[in-house]
Every structure is written in structure tokens, then in C-alpha cells.
């Protein structure tokens, strides 16, 4: 397997919250390139997985960049829904990625499943595939889930995306309520992280 420490990686996402949090999942004394560097389009995400879609695009920035790649693949399921929007998440959110209109289109998914949902628990996990990739041609992938509840209203500004609709487990506050540091450590993405950082 790859013993070699990796010191140099392109994050590939045009996602500028997900930039972020992977930046800080990084340890500090590697060098990270990314699309506010190269300006690459993102491939069309035809995986029917999150690990698909995590190592599609991977191994596209990767050709791409000509660097080890790392990228992710993250949503949000909620059980009743069937689990969706799961990798259409940021799909819900429109090309100009509005994810207010993907809150409103999730509550009102639900309410037309349950009038009486805001009186109730309604389970949900975030979910990320973080993948890298080697211009080898090798790769790891790694699933990282967090289990929570839907909140019955947007709270929080801090996060991206779902973040202010997502209670976690064993939590009062939303992601968008928690200051980075807290939300880091319980996050899908960072156990997703846990799994690969043995080769930073």
C-alpha cells in the first residue's frame, strides 16, 4: 500500500464551505491546491453512491490537475423521505445552489408526508465519501455518517448547505448554531477524515 506521506494535495470542489472545512481537516503543513487556483469545471455527477460520485470526481481533478486529488460527496438523508434527497442534495438546491429553496422544497417534502411532523422526531444523518485519488490511477475511499434529527426551523448561520436545519445527536443546536471547532468534531466529514488521515 502507499506508505509515502502526502504533502502536496488538490481539493476538487467548487464548493467554497466544503473547500473550507476540508482545508481545516488538513494538517497545516501541507499544500493545497484548488479550483480558486485553476478554475476547472466540475464533472457531471452520473454515481449512484456517494463513494461513486466521491471517486468521480476525484480521479476527473486529478487528470485534471495532474496532482493527488482529494474529493468529497456529501447530503442529507432523511428516513422519511426514503432517505432522499441523499446525493441529489445539492441537486435540491438549484444551479445557483439556493440552498433556502432546498430547506423550504425538504420541509414542505415532509409535510406533505406528515402534517403533524414538527411535533415529532424526524431522523436524518449527513453522509460524506471523502476519496483520493493518485495519478496512478490508485485510490482509497472512505464513508464518514452523522445521525441526527430534522429541526422544525432554519437556526444558525455558520456551515453551509443543510447546516442550519441538522440537529445532531445528543445535541440542542443546529450545525448552522455551533462554532466550527464543535461542529468539526462531530461532522460527517471528519469521520470520513479519520479514516484516510493516516496518509497526511
Same mark, same amino acid.
Given at each position: 500500500?502507499?506508505?509515502?506521506?502526502?504533502?502536496?494535495?488538490?481539493?476538487?470542489?467548487?464548493?467554497?464551505?466544503?473547500?473550507?472545512?476540508?482545508?481545516?481537516?488538513?494538517?497545516?503543513?501541507?499544500?493545497?491546491?484548488?479550483?480558486?487556483?485553476?478554475?476547472?469545471?466540475?464533472?457531471?455527477?452520473?454515481?449512484?453512491?456517494?463513494?461513486?460520485?466521491?471517486?468521480?470526481?476525484?480521479?476527473?481533478?486529478?487528470?485534471?490537475?495532474?496532482?493527488?486529488?482529494?474529493?468529497? *460527496? $456529501?447530503?442529507?438523508?432523511?428516513?422519511?423521505?426514503? +432517505?432522499?434527497?441523499?446525493? /441529489?442534495?445539492? @441537486?435540491?438546491?438549484? #444551479?445557483?445552489?439556493?440552498?433556502?429553496?432546498?430547506?423550504?422544497?425538504?420541509?414542505?417534502?415532509?409535510?406533505?408526508?406528515?402534517?403533524?411532523?414538527?411535533?415529532?422526531?424526524?431522523?436524518?444523518?449527513?453522509?460524506?465519501?471523502?476519496?483520493?485519488?493518485?495519478?496512478?490511477?490508485?485510490?482509497?475511499?472512505?464513508?464518514?455518517?452523522?445521525?441526527?434529527?430534522?429541526?422544525?426551523?432554519?437556526?444558525?448561520?455558520?456551515?453551509?448547505?443543510?447546516?442550519?436545519?441538522?440537529?445532531? *445527536? $445528543?445535541?440542542?443546536?443546529?450545525?448552522?448554531?455551533? +462554532?466550527?471547532?464543535?461542529? /468539526?468534531?462531530? @461532522?460527517?466529514?471528519? #469521520?470520513?477524515?479519520?479514516?484516510?488521515?493516516?496518509?497526511?
Amino acid at each position: 500500500m502507499l506508505q509515502k506521506k502526502i504533502k502536496k494535495i488538490f481539493i476538487g470542489s467548487n464548493n467554497r464551505g466544503k473547500l473550507k472545512e476540508i482545508a481545516d481537516l488538513l494538517p497545516k503543513n501541507i499544500k493545497i491546491y484548488s479550483n480558486l487556483d485553476f478554475k476547472f469545471s466540475s464533472p457531471r455527477e452520473t454515481g449512484k453512491t456517494f463513494q461513486e460520485n466521491s471517486l468521480l470526481k476525484a480521479k476527473y481533478f486529478s487528470k485534471k490537475s495532474k496532482k493527488i486529488c482529494l474529493s468529497d *460527496d $456529501s447530503g442529507i438523508e432523511v428516513d422519511i423521505l426514503n +432517505k432522499e434527497p441523499g446525493i /441529489y442534495s445539492a @441537486d435540491w438546491a438549484g #444551479k445557483k445552489r439556493n440552498f433556502n429553496l432546498a430547506i423550504k422544497k425538504l420541509y414542505r417534502r415532509i409535510l406533505n408526508k406528515d402534517k403533524n411532523w414538527k411535533n415529532k422526531k424526524i431522523k436524518a444523518r449527513f453522509v460524506c465519501a471523502l476519496t483520493i485519488y493518485w495519478p496512478n490511477g490508485k485510490f482509497v475511499s472512505k464513508i464518514g455518517k452523522v445521525e441526527g434529527r430534522i429541526s422544525n426551523s432554519k437556526k444558525g448561520n455558520n456551515g453551509f448547505g443543510y447546516d442550519p436545519i441538522f440537529i445532531p *445527536d $445528543s445535541n440542542l443546536m443546529t450545525f448552522g448554531q455551533m +462554532k466550527p471547532s464543535k461542529k /468539526y468534531r462531530l @461532522d460527517h466529514r471528519y #469521520k470520513a477524515f479519520n479514516k484516510i488521515k493516516k496518509f497526511f
